[in-house]
């Protein structure tokens, strides 16, 4: 979703996370953003991997950076008019991430991809090694706090039916977010969208 967007001409970010073998399309992820997820986790004695769920000691943790997030989102994206945001770890860090928006007076719109379960395991377990079990753990924390923190204000949208029809399912991103952006870019979505990338 987020190259197709990126393709379709929304701002992802000053500098996004390069390609590689496991995702050799690019991953369209932002990493300043990247960077300081990271950090926050590590601080709040947790990982992109940890399946278990936070302390109300690391919710606490983790909020005590919204100033320098804010300051942060402030620079990356301040002056556009239409963004996107990617980066799995933004799922689990949602409180401090919507208290920032808030506080920023932006207006925010969660497109959550969705996916079996099997076949996320499937992919983490495949891609770094991680037990099917803990994998089945892990996708139900980052799920559980996009259920819980994400608002009213989302979109669903099957994994599945983006590869198999992603000009359709773009227009419904666009007619949730209340603007066009697809119109003079459905060459290079077409051209991006590669269903032998899907690895599980």
Same mark, same amino acid.
Request: hydrophobic share 35%; with cysteine; net charge positive.
């Given at each position: 979703?987020? /190259?197709?967007? $990126?393709?379709?001409?929304? @701002?992802? %970010?000053?500098?996004? !996370?390069?390609?590689?073998?496991?995702? &050799?399309?690019?991953?369209?992820?932002?990493?300043?953003i990247l960077a300081f997820?990271?950090?926050?986790?590590?601080?709040?004695?947790?990982?992109?991997?940890?399946?278990?769920?936070?302390?109300? /000691?690391?919710? $606490?943790?983790?909020?005590? @950076?919204? %100033?320098?997030?804010? !300051?942060?989102?402030?620079?990356?994206? &301040?002056?556009?008019?239409?963004?996107?945001?990617?980066?799995?770890?933004?799922?689990?860090?949602?409180?401090?991430?919507?208290?920032?928006?808030?506080?920023?007076?932006?207006?925010?719109?969660?497109?959550?991809?969705?996916?079996?379960?099997?076949?996320i395991a499937g992919s983490?377990?495949?891609?770094?090694?991680?037990?099917?079990?803990?994998?089945?753990?892990?996708?139900?924390?980052?799920?559980?706090?996009?259920?819980?923190?994400?608002?009213?204000?989302?979109?669903?949208?099957?994994?599945?039916?983006?590869?198999?029809?992603?000009?359709?399912?773009?227009?419904?991103?666009?007619?949730?977010?209340?603007?066009?952006?697809?119109?003079?870019?459905?060459?290079?979505?077409?051209?991006?969208?590669?269903?032998?990338?899907?690895?599980?």
């Open positions: 979703m987020a /190259g197709c967007l $990126s393709h379709a001409g929304i @701002y992802m %970010g000053s500098e996004l !996370k390069a390609a590689k073998s496991s995702n &050799s399309k690019g991953h369209f992820e932002n990493k300043k997820n990271v950090r926050v986790l590590k601080k709040s004695s947790s990982s992109w991997r940890d399946p278990r769920p936070f302390s109300t /000691g690391q919710i $606490s943790s983790i909020m005590n @950076y919204s %100033g320098k997030l804010r !300051k942060l989102l402030d620079r990356e994206y &301040s002056g556009k008019q239409l963004t996107g945001l990617k980066e799995p770890r933004c799922s689990l860090l949602l409180p401090l991430y919507m208290e920032a928006f808030s506080g920023l007076d932006i207006e925010v719109k969660s497109v959550v991809m969705r996916r079996p379960m099997a076949e983490l377990h495949k891609r770094n090694g991680i037990s099917l079990k803990k994998a089945e753990q892990l996708s139900a924390k980052y799920h559980r706090m996009i259920d819980q923190y994400a608002g009213d204000d989302v979109l669903n949208i099957a994994f599945s039916d983006l590869v198999k029809k992603p000009i359709e399912t773009l227009k419904e991103v666009e007619e949730f977010v209340g603007d066009k952006f697809i119109e003079g870019h459905v060459g290079a979505i077409q051209s991006f969208i590669d269903p032998r990338l899907k690895h599980f």
